[in-house]
């Protein structure tokens, strides 16, 4: 599996961790616009000090660029400047630099290596991490893919000093669903210690990466290719999620923000299915109760939309299994599993509404 790097600051460790791990100093880097004006004259200033050299390529800093379009531009770019099998692809950025430069490094000469640098809060706990890759299509949201580990995953927690709060609290939701689903101490962590991550401050940041990261990278070495439904699990909420950003034409709302919103749906749900206590269930509604929103955002992308509607969305998802929805529910508080059989759609509409009253 990949070797996960917190460290502060990583980029000065990059050549020695490369020759650890016989990766050769040629490496295309993969910016976004945001990425390479907040991060790009240090990163290369530092590669090039340590002997790397290095093809630049800059995408733009929105969801349109998993594309193939945009893939192909890159391929293009990275013929002209004859990188070749022996190269590698260093991705610096949130979930999409992550997703379209792993895409591109799996596909490229049929694959070279990719090391990924995410700096963004849910980058760095979750979609950089499993070598999970892949590019949209206009029917659906990484419909098209691959599966494609990286040898290293770097993260520097003092890179999301720069990220807006509402980047911040997108991200808490990625962490915060490890502690529902594979780890009760990780979660009681979180309720102790919410304000202090949320603020960026050290050393609870740094635990909750770490903690958050170990989490996933256990559960995808168990089950990297989702056949026994142990890698599903760290999908609860997302198939609520799904829904809502379909909704939102997936421009109008952050990916973190709707699956918040789809962890309380779905801590509804798995209450109604006899699963997690009332008490546990408020337990989980009171830890997602400090999450902040943009003004209007939930009475907007959420409450505004009728319940049947959202579960219409949620069954327009492409990445639907055998034309059912899969549910992640929890039989407590740090146990989920993945409900494989049909749930009665009343029920769902009823979890929406009452998670529409809880918001």
Request: hydrophobic share 40%; net charge neutral; aromatic share 8%.
């Amino acid at each position: 599996m990949s070797e996960i790097i917190v460290s502060t600051p990583v980029i000065d460790r990059i050549g020695q961790l490369f020759e650890q791990h016989n990766l050769q100093k040629k490496t295309v880097v993969l910016f976004d616009e945001h990425t390479r004006k907040l991060f790009g004259d240090r990163l290369l200033e530092s590669l090039g000090h340590q002997g790397f050299t290095v093809k630049e390529l800059v995408i733009a800093a929105r969801e349109t660029s998993k594309s193939f379009r945009t893939a192909f531009n890159l391929y293009s770019e990275m013929i002209d400047a004859d990188v070749d099998r022996s190269w590698n692809l260093l991705a610096v950025g949130g979930g999409v630099v992550g997703d379209l430069g792993g895409f591109v490094a799996a596909s490229y000469y049929r694959g070279i290596p990719v090391v990924q640098l995410p700096t963004t809060l849910l980058a760095m706990t979750d979609s950089s991490i499993g070598g999970k890759v892949a590019i949209n299509h206009p029917k659906g949201k990484n419909l098209i893919g691959f599966f494609h580990l990286p040898e290293l995953v770097l993260i520097d927690p003092s890179w999301l000093k720069t990220l807006p709060e509402r980047e911040i609290y997108a991200g808490m939701a990625e962490v915060v669903k490890y502690g529902f689903i594979a780890d009760r101490q990780f979660f009681d962590y979180l309720k102790e210690h919410f304000d202090e991550i949320v603020a960026v401050r050290d050393p609870y940041v740094t635990e909750a990466i770490q903690r958050s990261a170990m989490i996933k990278q256990r559960v995808v070495e168990e089950d990297f290719r989702e056949r026994s439904g142990l890698r599903a699990t760290l999908n609860f909420g997302h198939t609520f999620a799904h829904g809502l950003e379909k909704l939102a034409d997936y421009r109008h709302i952050r990916h973190g923000e709707a699956v918040t919103l789809g962890m309380i749906c779905a801590l509804c749900l798995s209450e109604r299915m006899g699963t997690l206590s009332p008490e546990e269930k408020q337990e989980g509604l009171d830890l997602l109760a400090r999450f902040r929103f943009r003004k209007g955002l939930v009475e907007k992308r959420f409450k505004s939309h009728e319940s049947g509607e959202i579960l219409h969305s949620m069954l327009s998802d492409k990445k639907k299994v055998n034309r059912e929805l899969r549910f992640v529910l929890l039989n407590g508080l740090g146990e989920a599993f993945l409900h494989t059989s049909s749930i009665d759609h009343q029920l769902v509409i009823k979890a929406i509404d009452e998670a529409k009253t809880l918001c």
